[in-house]
Each structure stands twice: as structure tokens, then as C-alpha cells.
């Protein structure tokens, strides 16, 4: 167990739907990593929370936003759902804000089905 | 940008045959290279790193040697167990200008199957 959990641990739902996907980090972290693991595009990095402020930013759409909240569980929305949303959404969590020193954890995903 | 080429599987072994599964990188400054195993319908584990050029990251009797001069980072094991399998994922943090980052970039994956 990583001590990272997400919620729901899958989601179906229909193409033009918005979601909302919910992780809270292990104990005493700061960080929360969003990750898009895919079939055709493998295990993408999307964003980073440091502190509730956004650290840095990979390969999201705009369609797509996150946020951390003072009580540091982050959620992932996704909205105006397209077939290729469809996909395994990881969260990490690490305690600083990065760096090789500071392992991230995963959470066992969120499966996100779009029919 | 930073890439993170793996060899292409899957990988089946009989128990107790050595394993190597190959990592090329790709990256602007010194990054700091990770392998990372996920068992089926689990989220990715650590299972080891090197930060710096020739640290040989080891673990579970696996072992990565940094290798700058190659841009590799190739995970070996000598004698493998059916519970070895799994999906093995190669990735970099970047660590360009210094300034060490969050984000880690992933290679697409090895799948390794160990048979009995």
C-alpha cells in the first residue's frame, strides 16, 4: 500500500461528460502528480501541486484542469469527454517538491472509460 | 526534450534465467534515472534510481548502473521468479540549470513474463 488513494477506481461515462477525479497524497507530502497512461501515448506527465500552488505543467489539455486544496487532496476535472480520454489516470505524491531525493508514490488509478 | 527509449517487449523467461531490459535517454543536464514496476491492476513502485554518472541503483536483486558516456540505464536481474512478473517502466527526472523537477519522464514500458 503507497498510501496514495484515489477515488473513484473507475468511471464510465459518455463522450461530452465532465468528471471529476479525486486522489489524496500519503501523509506529510506536499507534491500531487498527475500521470495519463494510455495505450498510444504510454504514461504521460500532466501537472504537479507543490504547497496548493501549481509547480509545473506537461502535456494537458485545456479541456482538463486541476487543483489542490488547503487540506492538500487534489482533484483532476475532465471536461468535455472525447473517446481518447479514455485511459488509466495515476496520482503520485512526493514530499517536496521534486527531484531524485524525493521518490514518488502512485496510487493504483482511476480506469476512465469514455463510450 | 527528454525521451526515454526502452526495448520493446514482452519479455518471457523460465524461472532463474537472467533478465536484461534495455534503456536509452535522452536529456538536457544531469537527470536522475528510475526504474519503476507495476503489477497487474496496481500503480507504479519505485524499485530503484542512480542520481549521478556510474551510481549502480539496486533492489529486490535488481540492479541499473548510470551510464552517461552511453546514455543508458539497462536493468539486469540473474535469476528471475515467476513473481518478477510484471511491467517494468525506465524514467528520467530532469535536473537541467540545477534545478531538480518533479516530473518524470517515462519509456513505454517492458512487459516480462516468468514461467514455472
Known amino acids: 500500500d503507497s498510501g496514495v488513494t484515489q477515488t473513484p477506481k473507475h468511471l464510465i461515462t459518455a463522450t461530452g461528460q465532465r468528471v471529476t477525479l479525486r486522489c489524496s497524497p500519503r501523509s506529510g507530502d506536499l507534491s500531487v502528480y498527475w500521470y495519463q497512461q494510455s495505450l498510444d501515448q504510454g504514461l504521460q506527465f500532466l501537472i504537479q501541486?507543490?504547497?496548493?500552488?501549481?509547480?509545473a505543467k506537461g502535456n494537458i489539455l485545456e479541456r482538463f484542469s486541476a487543483q489542490q486544496f488547503p487540506d492538500l487532496h487534489s482533484e483532476l476535472n475532465l471536461s468535455s469527454l472525447e473517446l481518447g480520454d479514455s485511459a488509466l489516470y495515476f496520482c503520485?505524491?512526493?514530499?517536496?517538491?521534486?527531484?531524485?531525493?524525493?521518490?514518488?508514490?502512485f496510487g493504483d488509478g482511476t480506469r476512465l472509460s469514455i463510450l | 526534450g527528454d525521451s526515454v527509449t526502452q526495448m520493446e517487449g514482452p519479455v518471457t523467461l523460465s524461472e532463474e534465467a537472467f533478465l536484461t531490459i534495455n534503456c536509452t535517454y535522452t536529456?538536457?543536464?544531469?537527470?536522475?534515472l528510475f526504474w519503476y514496476v507495476q503489477y497487474p491492476g496496481e500503480g507504479l513502485q519505485l524499485l530503484l534510481k542512480a542520481t549521478k554518472a556510474d551510481d549502480k541503483g539496486s533492489n529486490k536483486g535488481f540492479e541499473a548502473t548510470y551510464r552517461k558516456e552511453t546514455t543508458s540505464f539497462h536493468l539486469e536481474k540473474g535469476s528471475v521468479q515467476v513473481s518478477d512478473s510484471a511491467v517494468y517502466f525506465c524514467?528520467?527526472?530532469?535536473?537541467?540549470?540545477?534545478?531538480?523537477?518533479?516530473?518524470?519522464?517515462f519509456g513505454q514500458g517492458t512487459i516480462l513474463t516468468v514461467h514455472p
Open positions: 501541486y507543490y504547497n496548493g500552488e501549481e509547480r
Open positions: 503520485a505524491s512526493s514530499v517536496g517538491a521534486g527531484g531524485a531525493n524525493q521518490p514518488q508514490h
Open positions: 536529456a538536457t543536464g544531469y537527470p536522475s
Open positions: 524514467a528520467l527526472s530532469s535536473n537541467a540549470g540545477g534545478t531538480s523537477y518533479g516530473k518524470l519522464t
